[in-house]
């Protein structure tokens, strides 16, 4: 069995996705996501330009001596163009070896650990009203997770907060929005919204909530201190995780269950984060980690010290990263919860998928594979727009962490 073709497919279904369809001489495909939010087309042309010139003749079967090859072969290693481009190499094989096992993806790793996956959403509101009356919406969809952000008065925007009617998109077409950010204001009122949810709720739904990076070490521990009385599921990101050491300042404070990784794209990032048990849960996603190959050696080592998977799950990455991720999600035993912010309906009708959600959970179906496809045709009719992210300035404009 031989790899015949390898292309890349950039298409805006109402966000930017990067495809990765790779075909064998025998008709078989896979899919892989590479899509990396505000650098797409970095991302594109490392596959098309240096990776799928490389894959045409090999072997669709031998996954992990590819992800060796296109991994420790660069020289220049790590890094998210690179992880996320293999990710999608990885991502296509294992649909690839699915569907000659006529297995899905979640078999051939191990079998399930669960019958479905936990999954949380978000409820945003300019705010507290309206984020309880998202937040009761969502709760009787079935959600039991929910996470909640909300406007600060005296702040235009916030992270995580819609414009309007309009669903949460941050990334802006053109230019990036430059945000103003007070932390001073977020952290005398973020207590007030989960006090109300709780006041509302109760505690029988799990509340979780986004920092998105925002705060010094001491600022994150203040504020899981002040909020443990409302026994949050987790705060994610509570403090840029460069510094890794400064998460020991945090847990020295606080209980709050803490939740970091989206960002990071590989072992090595979160490896003293992990070791030194300085976090809970960790959220590094099968795209921008390198694929299921390396995703299961973060999920294994996490393991060791009872840190659980969270794995990130925002609409930016594709319908087959999610795929994917609930096939790891379903068999990985470390699992903690997943995020679902759902998708535009020209996004689900140009990725197929096998997938389905029922009161809270989700299961990645039966389908051999991970399940998902891309339709190349209906792609073609939505072509990539340029969109960046927002940067967040304090309010005397000094550049801060978005």
């Avoid at 990032?269 to 099968?286: N, P, S």
């Avoid at 840190?307 to 990130?312: A, I, L």
């Avoid at 990455?317 to 790891?328: Q, T, Y």
Wanted: charged content about 20%; hydrophobic content about 40%; glycine content about 8%.
């Amino acid at each position: 069995m031989k790899i015949v073709d390898a292309k890349v497919i950039v298409c805006c279904p109402g966000r930017n996705f990067v495809t990765l369809k790779i075909v064998t001489d025998d008709g078989v495909t896979g899919v892989g996501d590479a899509t990396l939010n505000g650098r797409e087309l970095a991302v594109a042309s490392y596959l098309r330009d240096h990776l799928c010139p490389l894959l045409i003749g090999r072997d669709p079967r031998r996954i992990e001596d590819l992800w060796q090859y296109f991994y420790k072969g660069a020289y220049w290693r790590r890094g998210p163009v690179t992880m996320s481009a293999i990710a999608a190499v990885d991502m296509a094989l294992w649909d690839i070896k699915g569907k000659h096992a006529g297995m899905p993806l979640y078999q051939l790793l191990g079998g399930a650990s669960r019958e479905h996956v936990m999954v949380y959403c978000h409820a945003t509101g300019r705010d507290i009203a309206e984020t309880l009356d998202t937040f009761e919406q969502h709760r009787a969809e079935g959600f039991k997770a929910i996470r909640a952000q909300c406007g600060v008065p005296g702040m235009k925007s916030v992270y995580g907060v819609a414009k309007g009617n309009a669903a949460y998109e941050p990334a802006t077409k053109d230019w990036p929005e430059e945000q103003s950010w007070s932390t001073e204001k977020y952290l005398d009122f973020a207590p007030k919204l989960f006090a109300a949810v709780r006041a509302k709720f109760g505690f029988d739904i799990h509340l979780l909530h986004d920092v998105h990076h925002r705060l010094t070490p001491i600022e994150a521990a203040r504020l899981g201190k002040s909020v443990e009385d409302c026994r949050l599921f987790w705060i994610e990101d509570p403090t840029p995780a460069e510094n890794q050491d400064a998460f020991r300042l945090i847990r020295q404070h606080t209980v709050t269950p803490i939740a970091v990784g989206e960002v990071f794209n590989t072992l090595w990032d979160c490896k003293q984060l992990i070791e030194e048990q300085l976090i809970d849960y960790i959220r590094t996603t099968v795209t921008h980690a390198g694929g299921i190959t390396h995703l299961r050696r973060i999920a294994d080592f996490a393991a060791i010290y009872q840190v659980r998977t969270g794995c990130h799950g925002p609409s930016d990455l594709s319908p087959v990263s999610m795929g994917a991720a609930l096939h790891f999600d379903l068999w990985v035993p470390n699992f903690g919860l997943q995020e679902y912010m759902g998708y535009p309906a020209p996004a689900l009708e140009v990725f197929p998928h096998a997938w389905t959600f029922h009161d809270g959970t989700m299961h990645p179906g039966e389908v051999p594979g991970h399940g998902v496809d891309i339709d190349e045709a209906l792609a073609a009719r939505y072509p990539y727009e340029r969109a960046y992210l927002p940067v967040a300035r304090l309010e005397d404009g000094t550049l801060w962490n978005w």
